[in-house]
């Protein structure tokens, strides 16, 4: 564990004012908190910095005193780490806690221009005032989660701007040497198009401030989307694990060709169920993994099948998208399993409502009823890229459903599908109070992430507990990173290990 002395802390509550520095007790447990299974990571103290020379000025200090800092934007996203450094003593910078201002939205031009802490609940409450004309993607995760963080961490959601980073257009970072870049058009003085012209004149560098630690993002430009008049939702219920295949098959021609303009949802049965009921040991009992024909009660006590398949369309009418809704049912229907569910009937089960809201760009904490499947609370996110080819998907499936049933564990997965990939999201939920548990966790993340590897499909995020690791598995990329990493923070102060860069 690094140690910090006091002076580091002296100093920065001369530049900030002693307000903007916690080191007690209280603070480093909270920020040193987390969900993964290698346990938490406590930092040296807290920095509330208020503006971008605040961030400046803890730049300075850090580099003055050759301390590490760890920065983030909410630290909210559960599965990932939350708000706790990635290695233990460094000092957090809690960029959102006070930089948290919505500085603009354009009706017109339909963007809006934010700081780290603006949360989605936080947007959707401000287009509410404003009437709702226009509509922000969200995750299905906490509503209190930031958009910047979710976005620099390459997050997506649903609807048609499902892209957190390709709908941002232009940001502001403090550098590890304490300079201030301007992306896109904003690195021209007196810009009247920051937000607007993604890629200005020049190399492209917004993408370096993904999933890295070269800077501290201090504003984002965000593309905002006209709320439709309506917008409803369509759901399928297969019920049988193998249909999988099929349901992949299915789906890659009607994003191939745009005809569902959100992204399609393919969720396990317990992704659903998780959100509602939990681990059900008087039915097991006590033994772990789930038997699959308790899985398959559950599924009929919910209404549920092994696979729920979702997306939406959005119109000007009820008359406009009838047709639409008409063309997935007959086209999921030539399977000869695929239940449909009607948005309707939908609204009415919570389980599915959570896919309602996150189709309408509304914020949701429904789902994170899944963090209480198990007892104590553990996730842990694995996230590999799947091709959108059926029988892929049913070796991936099958890989999966081995690995986590060796470890314990269940398969809880959600898939949101594109026309050429999805995003393979596993939940992997574990009593975290249970140290032999953990363990296992641990075994079967690497255990998952050496097999998927070895079969060529690579992970996309890693929890704070496993980034190390996922960067090493990678040629010649680290070298880059390390290159660029010195250049732009020559004494290493910026979140060092972050994704596996130092």
């Given at each position: 564990m690094t140690s910090i002395p006091d002076a580091v802390f002296d100093a920065l509550r001369r530049a900030l004012g002693s307000d903007a520095v916690d080191t007690s007790e209280a603070a480093i447990a909270r920020y040193g908190r987390n969900l993964l299974p290698s346990g938490d990571s406590r930092p040296s103290g807290v920095v509330y910095p208020a503006s971008t020379s605040d961030v400046q000025a803890i730049v300075r200090v850090a580099n003055e005193y050759r301390v590490p800092l760890y920065s983030f934007s909410t630290g909210e996203n559960q599965g990932m780490g939350m708000r706790s450094p990635v290695r233990p003593g460094q000092i957090v910078v809690d960029v959102g806690a006070r930089m948290n201002r919505i500085l603009e939205i354009d009706d017109t031009l339909c963007f809006a221009a934010i700081e780290p802490g603006v949360t989605y609940q936080q947007m959707y409450d401000e287009l509410g005032r404003r009437g709702?004309?226009?509509?922000?993607?969200?995750?299905?995760?906490?509503?209190?989660?930031?958009?910047?963080g979710n976005t620099l961490d390459k997050g997506a959601g649903y609807t048609p701007y499902f892209d957190h980073f390709g709908m941002s257009c232009g940001l502001e970072a403090v550098l590890g040497d304490g300079r201030i870049l301007r992306t896109a058009d904003g690195a021209s003085p007196g810009s009247q198009t920051w937000h607007l012209a993604k890629y200005g004149y020049g190399p492209f560098l917004d993408g370096l401030f993904l999933q890295s630690n070269f800077g501290i993002v201090t504003r984002l430009g965000i593309w905002l989307m006209p709320r439709p008049p309506v917008i409803r939702t369509f759901f399928f219920m297969f019920p049988n694990d193998e249909d999988f295949g099929e349901i992949i098959d299915l789906i890659r021609p009607l994003k191939l060709n745009n005809v569902v303009p959100s992204l399609i949802k393919v969720t396990s049965d317990l992704y659903g169920l998780g959100t509602?009921?939990?681990?059900?040991?008087?039915?097991?009992?006590?033994s772990i993994p789930l038997p699959d024909a308790v899985r398959r009660e559950l599924q009929y006590q919910y209404g549920m099948g092994a696979w729920c398949v979702s997306g939406s369309f959005y119109g000007a009418s009820e008359d406009v998208l009838r047709p639409l809704i008409e063309r997935m049912k007959a086209h999921f229907g030539q399977s000869g399993k695929a239940r449909y569910v009607s948005h309707d009937e939908a609204s009415d089960n919570p389980i599915l409502q959570i896919h309602i809201d996150t189709f309408s760009g509304r914020p949701t904490r429904k789902?994170?009823?899944?963090?209480?499947?198990?007892?104590?609370?553990?996730?842990?996110?694995?996230?590999?890229?799947?091709?959108m080819v059926g029988k892929i998907a049913n070796l991936q499936q099958a890989l999966s459903r081995r690995i986590l049933r060796e470890h314990g564990l269940e398969f809880i997965t959600e898939y949101v599908c594109g026309?050429?990939?999805s995003r393979a999201l596993h939940v992997i939920v574990f009593n975290r109070d249970d140290r032999s548990e953990c363990a296992r966790v641990i075994a079967c993340y690497r255990a998952l992430i050496a097999a998927y590897g070895e079969a060529g499909f690579p992970i996309s995020r890693a929890p704070l507990d496993f980034q190390e690791e996922a960067m090493a598995r990678l040629k010649t990329f680290p070298e880059v990173c390390a290159s660029i990493k010195h250049a732009l923070d020559p004494n290493g102060i910026l979140s060092p290990g972050r994704y596996g860069i130092d």
């Open positions: 709702h004309a226009l509509m922000m993607d969200t995750t299905s995760g906490p509503p209190e989660g930031g958009i910047v509602e009921a939990t681990y059900p040991f008087n039915r097991t009992g006590g789902e994170l009823g899944l963090l209480n499947w198990r007892p104590g609370g553990g996730c842990c996110w694995f996230l590999p890229a799947m091709p026309p050429r990939i």
